[in-house]
Nanobody, 116 residues
């Protein structure tokens, strides 16, 4: 069973924007904090941002002021608005719950490429 379906990635020039979307299986969505993760080539997957069920948010320092995470609780979706993209943001982006609540089965992710 597919738990997470990420979409919205693409090729965008530096300074550009993308909006990622993640459709989450309703049975694992509420009332959990949801996160966006990314994995760059040759690097470990890292948590980029997360959002609680009541929309309290957290961002890693490198994306603060550029990325905005949001969620639609009625439709079990999580979004990541990415503005002023940089080359170092290039990665495959995934969504999942956070911490010990992470689901073992990850989605396929969506690739974001910001060329030099």
């Amino acid at each position: 069973q597919t738990q997470f379906v990420e979409s919205g990635g693409g090729l965008v020039p530096p300074g550009g924007s993308l909006r990622l979307s993640c459709a989450v299986s309703p049975s694992i969505f509420k009332p959990h904090t949801m996160g966006w993760y990314r994995q760059a080539l040759g690097k470990q997957r890292e948590l980029v941002a997360h959002i609680s069920y009541i929309s309290t948010t957290y961002y890693i320092d490198s994306v603060k002021g550029r990325f905005t995470i949001s969620r639609d609780n009625d439709n079990s979706r999580v979004f990541l608005q990415m503005d002023n993209l940089k080359t170092e943001d290039s990665a495959v982006y995934y969504c999942n719950r956070i911490g010990n609540n992470k689901v073992n089965s990850w989605g396929k992710g969506t690739r974001v490429t910001v060329p030099l």
